[in-house]
């Protein structure tokens, strides 16, 4: 409220309608298979604390707290869903854009674990202590394990009276393979969730996984007929079934897919093959075609180039180009398994008539993989199956983050842009819409406090915990047209960026210039800015560097900002929370 004790906006009063729910939860009682509440006794408790004329504003909101399923893919591109240009079929995820929202500028951290770190918090990933991967690097933004000073959704949700349940890769902690239980401090059922399937590690074969976990013990996958992105999802309808279903649920869905290496049933990769022997250029073309008539991206930006290091496709040999189109049909297999499986889950909340009150937030953890370089890798007798080792390699990369520039590691838009669907019938009503407010994976947290009338707390089993990073993305789905905040940040590996407003300054390496764009006016970064306003590139680089030392991005590491170590295998001592 104001000084005058009235409501600053609608949203305000929204949030306390929501919250007044909790209060009264009580209240609640199921009819028909639904929950509905008793109003003119809970109606009668908002009415004593709404200003005049603010019930009309906020009634859509009534009704009970929301499922919340928030999933997480692993080193898919900007634009390698249907909605977002594809032409890789993903009917489920487009299915779900149609009736919900697309947001055009969402950003991820660049990186696997960051980006874990980062949306289970609410925090920049150093200010959590994953700054960089699982290693302990002996700096506080860099331990490798979620620290004592942060809480994750699941944790703030199951206090707030919401069941909690993950499925898929964590990838959070140093302690892979712990020898004692101190050690499995940051495993999920340590941070908040009821129950846990899934691999602990960052890498997995899909089709016999090395750190596959059922609860908080290691298990062995069945010797046929198991792949992790069926078993996931498997589990995660398992989760919402058991349990107290007065409660609602919070379920965190996080696939290993379409990270390398790269494996899906040798039926599903039949159907792609000789799909891609058109080859990178015309796809980068007919992608961002796509794109400009769906309005993901602004016409008046020119595609990035094709890098150097990249070959025309037309240059390659006929051996070379069935090479390259077997990869990416790998891939495509992937991507498509991974939406069927999608397509599952949704059925599965339907059939429990979940889905209309259930917020599903889809989104992906860094932008398309270059990793293996230009050639990308492509191991075995038979590429794709459980014996192989296939990456997609930096060429079919390009095509992923269409048509940004970089890849996954890097601050460049094509490493930290993902596509984010937003889906909850019950509360978004004009489904098919963009959302061009900028947004960020510490958002996630925040909008899962505001819609489930929680409360981020200051402590937590009796350590002071940072305030939240982000901003709730209600007002984002109600189309108000700004997200209130300073800036946003990035650092990973010496890689740098922040964005105020449409002003973007990023860097490659500690070492290298700062490179300043006008996103508005050029999202693909082809224009830099730098020389021509040096005082703008001043005032943010301030801006950047107050961030580092406040978000423990600072002090760095020794040695370089790339080298990931070895995963820890298990110490005598306690594992840092």
Not at 490 to 515: C, F, I, Q, T, Y
């Amino acid at each position: 409220t104001d000084n005058c004790g009235r409501f600053n906006s609608i949203m305000d009063a929204s949030l306390l309608y929501r919250r007044l729910a909790v209060i009264a939860n009580p209240l609640w009682v199921q009819h028909n298979g639904r929950m509905n509440v008793k109003l003119p006794v809970f109606t009668s408790l908002v009415s004593l604390l709404l200003p005049l004329g603010a019930h009309s504003a906020v009634a859509a909101t009534a009704g009970p707290r929301p499922n919340i399923a928030v999933i997480l893919v692993d080193d898919m591109g900007f634009s390698d869903l249907g909605c977002y240009g594809s032409e890789i079929p993903t009917p489920n995820l487009d299915k779900l854009a149609a009736r919900g929202l697309r947001f055009t500028q969402f950003y991820n951290t660049g990186r696997c674990c960051p980006t874990r770190a980062s949306l289970l918090t609410g925090l920049y990933p150093h200010q959590a202590g994953v700054g960089h991967m699982v290693t302990d690097r002996k700096q506080p933004g860099y331990r490798g394990n979620l620290n004592d000073r942060c809480v994750t959704i699941a944790e703030v949700l199951r206090g707030a009276g919401y069941r909690t349940a993950m499925a898929g890769k964590w990838h959070v902690t140093r302690y892979t393979e712990p020898t004692v239980e101190a050690e499995k401090a940051n495993w999920p059922r340590q941070r908040g969730f009821d129950h846990y399937f899934g691999v602990i590690k960052g890498t997995a074969n899909y089709f016999r996984p090395d750190s596959l976990a059922r609860e908080n013990e290691h298990i062995q996958p069945p010797p046929d007929g198991f792949y992790t992105t069926d078993a996931f999802v498997d589990n995660a309808i398992k989760f919402i079934d058991d349990g107290d279903k007065s409660k609602p649920f919070f379920l965190y869905l996080a696939f290993n897919a379409p990270h390398f290496p790269l494996m899906a049933p040798a039926e599903e990769i039949a159907k792609f093959r000789g799909k891609y022997r058109v080859g990178w250029d015309k796809l980068r073309e007919r992608r961002h075609a796509r794109q400009i008539e769906l309005g993901i991206v602004d016409k008046a930006w020119p595609m990035a180039p094709r890098p150097p290091e990249v070959n025309p496709w037309e240059s390659l040999t006929p051996a070379q180009q069935d090479r390259f189109d077997h990869i990416m049909a790998i891939y495509a297999a992937v991507v498509t398994r991974m939406d069927a499986a999608v397509g599952r889950f949704v059925e599965g909340l339907r059939q429990r008539r979940a889905l209309d009150n259930t917020l599903i937030l889809f989104l992906s953890d860094n932008g398309g993989n270059a990793e293996t370089g230009p050639d990308g890798r492509y191991v075995g007798q038979n590429p794709g199956s459980e014996d192989s080792n296939v990456f997609c390699g930096q060429s079919w990369a390009t095509l992923l983050n269409t048509p940004f520039r970089r890849y996954k590691h890097y601050n460049h838009e094509g490493g930290i842009s993902t596509p984010l669907i937003a889906h909850w019938p019950a509360r978004i009503s004009s489904g098919g819409q963009l959302r061009a407010q900028p947004g960020h994976l510490v958002d996630i947290m925040a909008t899962c406090v505001d819609v489930a009338g929680a409360t981020y707390p200051k402590q937590f089993q009796g350590k002071a915990i940072q305030p939240m990073e982000g901003r709730s993305l209600l007002p984002a789905f109600e189309n108000q047209l700004i997200i209130q905040r300073d800036a946003l940040f990035w650092e990973h590996e010496g890689n740098a960026a922040v964005r105020v407003a449409d002003w973007k300054l990023v860097r490659m390496g500690r070492n290298s210039p700062w490179e300043l764009y006008d996103l508005k006016a050029d999202r693909t970064e082809q224009h830099d800015l730098a020389a021509a306003q040096p005082e703008r590139v001043k005032e943010l680089a301030a801006r950047w560097d107050a961030w580092a030392e406040r978000a423990q991005v600072k002090p760095y590491p020794a040695g370089d900002p790339a080298d990931t170590g070895a995963p820890k295998k298990g110490k005598k001592k306690r594992a840092a929370k």
